[in-house]
């Protein structure tokens, strides 16, 4: 049933945005990624998973702000049943445990991630600074690979403040595999992550 | 709205298509033998989209009617994504956008289907004319007000009012042709496209004076002539399938094949003007669907007013 759901989704997104997937640089396979995406729309990490060959999805999970997505309903059940997404407070508390150690458990020994470093959605035109999580996943797991990826024009399927999607052509790129280098600033990382992204817009 | 159309004539038809894709497949497979190049793959990229084309183009037909409703609504709505998709929109067009995808594009094709032609002559030019502007008013933002509205109202008429009159066809009541109105279907798809690929062909052969350079460089006299004469020619040899006479049947033809053009060309300014080269890339070799659709778009709504007003 949960298949059927996925699937569903998937072709909803692609009658919506359409499938225009570009690897620069960059080759699906089995190993385990954080694909790190500029964040524009609720609708991001569904454009960014669909445009994964459907054997990666199973094993890919979006990270999603938990306020959003853990509501009772068709939310939760998407979020949490469908994509297996790893949920994140948005404003943590005192009691709440450490986002990143949240994110490190999510990824596990099979899994790959898929997050959205500036944090909060933008307009689409400009990329904000990236959040510290990033570099400090890629410092813990250096194993993993960490994919740029950029998706563009879904700020207008679904803006900001609005709750019906309309149909317009969305494209995902996804770039060459990065990882935080040996000695490297946390800043230096960030730049260069969030350049990486910067770069794939001309494709 | 029954159309019987498996007959022996429709079938003659079809196997006409048939023949012509054959002979298409093996012209480009013994290029691709002698040598190899970028436009030799484009073309058999064209081809084999051909052969996906004709067929579900085929199918829609067989359902006798209602399938080729479907399919037209279908490629409208792709059109209209991807024009809506190179227009600068701004956040305040959501809703408008909104109503014009999934209120307006298949209410116009349920009257299509229904065949009210009263109210599918006006659904767009006048309720949704007045509709988007002040949908859009209401949003508040005056950025560009004049300018979002219209290229809105522009891609609902070209995308879907133009590409709607095409299944229309099927509601005209020509005396002594009932059920037979898919042939006309038949007749204006069969044209508008071979005269595109003709155009095409005797271009890439003789083409030397440009038409337009800045808006489409690969028009020229040589092709637009050849294509228009050769596509008139064709269309006129089917006129027995058609309610007109041999020479009534040349006239549509050669309309449709200037109106085919003219849509090629109108369509192209505005690529140009947005910088792109094609309307996307959804089939292999050609583009985007506006990119195969532009000609019919132009073709389709004179050619059902003429055979409405004189033939009905």
Same mark, same amino acid.
Request: net charge positive.
């Given at each position: 049933m949960r298949r059927v759901v996925a699937k569903g989704v998937v072709g909803l997104a692609r009658i919506l945005a359409g499938g225009n997937v570009r690897r620069v640089g960059f080759t699906p396979d089995d190993r385990q990624r954080i694909y790190f995406v500029n964040h524009t729309s609720h609708l991001d990490f569904v454009l960014v998973w669909a445009a994964l060959p459907p054997r990666l999805r199973t094993m890919t999970r979006p990270v999603a702000a938990r306020d959003y997505w853990? !509501? /009772?309903g068709l939310r939760r059940y998407l979020g =949490? !049943? =469908?994509?297996?997404a790893v949920l994140v407070e948005?404003? /943590?508390?005192?009691?709440? /445990?450490n986002a990143v150690d949240v994110l490190l458990d999510g990824l596990g020994e099979k899994h790959s991630l898929i997050i959205f470093p500036e944090g909060t959605r933008g307009d689409g035109a400009t990329i904000a600074p990236f959040k510290s999580g990033l570099y400090r996943l890629g410092k813990a797991r250096p194993d993993v690979d960490l994919i740029p990826s950029y998706i563009n024009n879904v700020n207008r399927v679904l803006p900001k403040g609005e709750f019906v999607p309309v149909p317009m052509l969305a494209s995902v790129s996804f770039g060459e595999p990065m990882h935080v280098g040996e000695g490297e600033d946390k800043n230096a990382f960030l730049d260069r992550a969030r350049n990486a992204i910067l770069e794939l817009r001309q494709w | 709205m029954v159309n019987m159309i498996r007959d022996r004539q429709t079938l003659l038809l079809f196997a006409g298509i048939l023949a012509l894709l054959v002979v298409a497949t093996l012209i480009g497979q013994i290029m691709r033998w002698r040598r190899r190049s970028d436009v030799v793959d484009n073309l058999n990229a064209r081809i084999r989209a051909w052969w996906v084309m004709s067929a579900v183009f085929a199918i829609s037909l067989l359902t006798g009617g209602l399938g080729s409703v479907i399919l037209f609504g279908l490629l409208s709505f792709f059109a209209l994504r991807e024009f809506i998709t190179l227009t600068p929109t701004r956040p305040a067009d959501h809703s408008a956008l909104f109503w014009v995808f999934f209120i307006i594009l298949p209410l116009q094709y349920y009257l299509v289907a229904t065949q009210w032609y009263g109210f599918f002559s006006v659904l767009i030019p006048v309720y949704a004319f007045l509709f988007i502007p002040s949908r859009i008013a209401i949003s508040g933002d005056p950025n560009a007000f004049l300018e979002r509205s219209s290229k809105i109202q522009w891609g609902l008429m070209v995308c879907v009012y133009c590409v709607s009159h095409v299944p229309a066809l099927l509601m005209l009541e020509i005396p002594g042709y009932a059920g037979k109105n898919a042939r006309l279907l038949f007749f204006l798809v069969v044209i508008v496209q071979l005269s595109d690929v003709l155009q095409y062909v005797w271009g890439k052969l003789l083409g030397k004076h440009k038409i337009s350079p800045v808006i *489409?460089? *690969?028009?020229t006299w040589e092709g637009f002539i050849g294509g228009t004469v050769s596509a008139t020619l064709i269309g006129t040899a089917l006129w027995r399938t058609t309610p007109f006479t041999m020479w009534q049947t040349m006239g549509m033809a050669f309309i449709i094949t200037i109106m085919g053009f003219l849509g090629g060309l109108t369509m192209s300014a505005i690529k140009r003007d947005s910088g792109v080269?094609?309307?996307? *890339? *959804?089939i292999q070799g050609h583009g985007g669907v506006l990119d195969r659709i532009d000609s019919i778009c132009f073709a389709g709504p004179i050619f059902f007013h003429l055979t409405r007003y004189f033939f009905t």
């Open positions: 853990d !509501k /009772p =949490v !049943k =469908v994509f297996n948005r404003k /943590p508390t005192a009691g709440s /445990p | *489409s460089p *690969s028009k080269k094609d309307w996307g *890339s *959804s």
